[in-house]
């Protein structure tokens, strides 16, 4: 049996006292969109960014394509996080630079790649995603939802495997939060790509979801598809889609 | 009580090595980057603009009244003794073997330091030096090792002109306002001042160079990990006074440092 892409095995993260993850269970499977719900604070961006390594664990594995990503060869390691992309919740572009050097930075930085190959891989990004014509705009220019467009386009220029997204539609009205979903959704059908998706956006995401995964008080106490999410007996699960306070202390 | 003591010491020395760890790793980080190809020829010149060309009025206003008050003050202190026309070997030896290094790092500290604090904790705050590592970028050499060239290279060239402009700040109080004769004054400046006390002032300017950046970049990046625990804008404001601080009295040990070692 193929062992799934990316799986969490007890993982376990404490920031001081306060214990955030506490024996986190989750398969992630190439080529698919999973999705990570939960209430805010209970730790889903901290689970993300084990992924890329911005956070280590305590304890427990992160295994891909079952090895463990510690014990990777440094080759390996390399492989995979060059193959990943991580759209931050506030998208993080760089306030210093224009909107097209912020997408062509990946490509610029880490990549041998001559000025016209560049400025067409960039430019494409840049007409697919709608936002083509402001090259020269700083991000403190942009609309909320250009701005996450930007930060989409700089995660897909460098053609990456695995797409992690940290609240992605944060901030934006009901409009551009559907044409974000309906842009992951067409890009990771065209792409093919694996996503992770953390949000709290409930029930739009589910539109998206192949694989959902509910996080609540350190733990997955769900994990599967959409339909079993729907019609689970498991405490908690449906009065967190209704939205009532029932689960956890908070 | 005793045993409260020797905890909360504990815990200070052990955050004090955590810190002096970490500042040590990322100064030897950022210069291993000096040396690793693509070399970033246009950051680094883009950082001597703003480290260097920019601190050239404020370089040349403290070197010229630093220059001027040192005429005077050396005037009338030599004038008791009747060796008035020592003031240029006085203003030229003092600018070049010390003002001249310390002042001048302590002003590009001051206005090129303090902003290169705050730039990079404000990246971090707002994650996009985790950005820098999420696409593989080495969050380091994108914002230490270019600022950390152009200091270097920045930082002697700003010394030599804060000395120029002091040595004439001398004159122009010694001789022009206090009477001294001209050509006394330029004759003591040209006979007194050897190439070794040139070379060190230059060493010195090397060194705080490494120091201010170093320190001043460091603060920025690390800006999350303070003492206070503060976050976001707070923890950007710690992060400036302290890269300020710590800068100026680390130039003021390593000037005496130097200075004994070179005398």
Redesign the interface.
């Known amino acids: 049996m193929t062992p799934p892409f990316i799986q969490f095995k007890n993982i376990k993260k404490q920031f001081g006292t306060l214990k955030v993850l506490k024996g986190v269970n989750l398969s992630i499977t190439k080529g698919q969109v999973t999705v990570v719900i939960g209430k805010s604070g209970t730790g889903k961006s901290v689970l993300l960014k084990h992924i890329?390594?911005?956070i280590h664990q305590d304890s427990g594995q992160l295994m891909i394509q079952g090895e463990p990503l510690d014990r990777l060869s440094k080759e390996k390691a390399?492989r995979f996080?060059?193959k990943?992309?991580?759209m931050?919740q506030?998208n993080?572009?760089?306030?210093?630079l224009t909107v097209y050097d912020n997408i062509a930075?990946?490509l610029k930085?880490?990549a041998?790649i001559a000025d016209p190959v560049l400025q067409q891989k960039v430019h494409a990004r840049m007409k697919q995603l709608g936002i083509e014509g402001i090259d020269h705009k700083y991000p403190s220019e942009l609309s909320g939802g250009m701005r996450k467009r930007a930060a989409l386009a700089r995660a897909l220029v460098?053609d990456p495997e695995v797409i992690l997204f940290d609240e992605p539609t944060t901030g934006l009205d009901p409009i551009r939060k559907n044409d974000v979903h309906t842009m992951i959704k067409a890009y990771q059908k065209q792409f093919g790509f694996t996503a992770v998706i953390v949000s709290h956006d409930i029930p739009h995401i589910f539109d998206l979801a192949q694989h959902i995964a509910l996080l609540d008080d350190g733990i997955i106490i769900f994990e599967g598809a959409k339909q079993d999410l729907l019609c689970s007996d498991i405490p908690g699960v449906q009065a967190f889609i209704q939205g009532k306070n029932s689960m956890g202390h908070e | 009580m005793i045993t409260g003591y020797i905890e909360a010491f504990g815990s200070f020395f052990s955050c004090f090595a955590a810190s002096a760890g970490r500042l040590f790793l990322f100064f030897v980080s950022g210069v291993h980057q000096i040396f690793s190809p693509p070399f970033q020829t246009g950051k680094v010149l883009d950082h001597i603009w703003f480290i260097g060309a920019k601190s050239v009025f404020v370089i040349l206003l403290t070197g010229l009244f630093t220059g001027m008050v040192l005429g005077l003050q050396g005037y009338y202190t030599l004038v008791t003794f009747g060796s008035e026309a020592a003031l240029g070997t006085a203003v030229s030896l003092t600018l070049i073997r010390e003002l001249g290094p310390v002042l001048g790092a302590i002003m590009v500290t001051a206005r090129a330091g303090s902003a290169m604090a705050a730039e990079i904790g404000v990246m971090r705050m707002s994650e996009q030096i985790d950005a820098l590592f999420t696409m593989q970028i080495d969050p380091v050499r994108f914002v230490f090792t270019p600022r950390l060239l152009a200091a270097i290279l920045s930082f002697p060239l700003l010394t030599a002109l804060f000395d120029m402009v002091g040595i004439l700040g001398g004159y122009l109080s010694g001789s022009l306002l206090l009477g001294i004769n001209e050509a006394v004054y330029m004759d003591r400046v040209i006979h007194s001042v050897k190439m070794a006390d040139i070379l060190g002032g230059f060493f010195k300017s090397f060194v705080f160079a490494v120091v201010v950046t170093t320190i001043c970049c460091y603060r920025g990046y690390y800006s999350h990990k303070n003492h206070q625990g503060a976050f976001g804008a707070k923890a950007v404001s710690l992060a400036t006074t302290s890269a300020v601080v710590q800068s100026c009295v680390c130039v003021l040990i390593c000037d005496y440092v130097i200075t004994s070692f070179l005398v």
Not at chain 1, 92 to 96: K, S
């Open positions: 890329v390594g911005l390399c996080k060059n990943t992309s991580y931050f506030d993080a572009l760089f306030d210093f930075l990946p930085e880490t041998q460098t």
